[in-house]
């Protein structure tokens, strides 16, 4: 059974900060990996997308890098800011359209 | 950009009494749409995926007959909690994949469900 944890479970930081946010999975059989930001009672936004075949993505001050063989994805949320401030969820797809969804990593950025 | 709505965002109930929530694709026509629960400080659980036009797919441990989902339509699927306790408080969200698209799941804002 594909299990999925994030850590930190919680992190605080000052603005400006560069960060990253872990993600591992144990079966490295997935589709695809996915990383959201939830902010707090609200839906989920898709921030990154990355298909098994690829390493890593990019969309502006995040990057996400995708390690299968290891079970590893990475986050990281260059130049922090306060809008930053969220909880961030990964995902893994073990086939096309079923997600298995981590604990979650609840950022807050302070100014 | 694809949206999901559902409504309503928030509802109380007393315990006994039935609930629905609905999903809808508002740009888009989504054969198929997931529903997942969400309980306070923890990530969302796939309770099950509902398709168009079939019956819906429930996850283990999930009531079949305590969570109806009825997905009429290429753009609405229906959630019941059926006789509702306390133990079913929790945020309900749905999501939906474009037809023809398999990869691709869009958000609902999610219905905070409180049962007294």
């Known amino acids: 059974k594909q299990e999925v944890t994030q850590i930190p479970a919680a992190l605080s930081v000052p603005e400006g900060e560069n960060l990253v946010l872990n993600c591992s999975f144990t079966?490295?059989?997935?589709?695809?990996l996915q990383w959201f930001r939830q902010d707090p009672g609200k839906g989920l936004t898709s921030l990154l997308l990355?298909?098994?075949?690829?390493r890593e993505q990019t969309s502006g001050r995040l990057n996400a890098s995708l390690d299968k063989s290891s079970g590893r994805s990475t986050l990281y949320i260059a130049a922090s800011q306060p809008g930053d401030s969220a909880t961030y969820l990964c995902?893994?797809?073990?086939?096309?359209?079923?997600?298995?969804f981590g604990t979650g990593t609840r950022l807050q950025v302070f100014p | 950009g694809a949206v999901v709505s559902q409504h309503p965002s928030r509802v109380i109930c007393k315990s006994g009494t039935s609930v629905k929530i609905e999903c809808r694709s508002l740009?888009?026509?989504?054969?198929?749409m997931f529903w997942y629960r969400q309980f306070p400080k923890q990530s969302l659980m796939l309770m099950a995926t509902?398709?168009?036009?079939?019956?819906?797919?429930?996850e283990q441990g999930v009531e079949k007959d305590k969570f109806l989902i009825n997905h009429a339509s290429l753009t609405l699927s229906t959630l019941t909690v059926t006789s509702a306790h306390p133990e079913d408080s929790s945020f309900y969200i749905c999501?939906?994949?474009?037809?023809?698209?398999?990869?691709?799941?869009?958000f609902g804002p999610g219905t905070r469900l409180t049962v007294l």
């Open positions: 509902s398709n168009e036009g079939s019956k819906a797919t429930y």
């Open positions: 995902a893994v797809g073990p086939d096309t359209d079923k997600l298995i």
């Open positions: 990355i298909q098994s075949s690829q």
């Open positions: 999501s939906a994949t474009p037809s023809g698209r398999t990869d691709t799941q869009y």
């Open positions: 740009d888009f026509q989504a054969t198929t």
């Open positions: 079966d490295s059989a997935i589709y695809n």
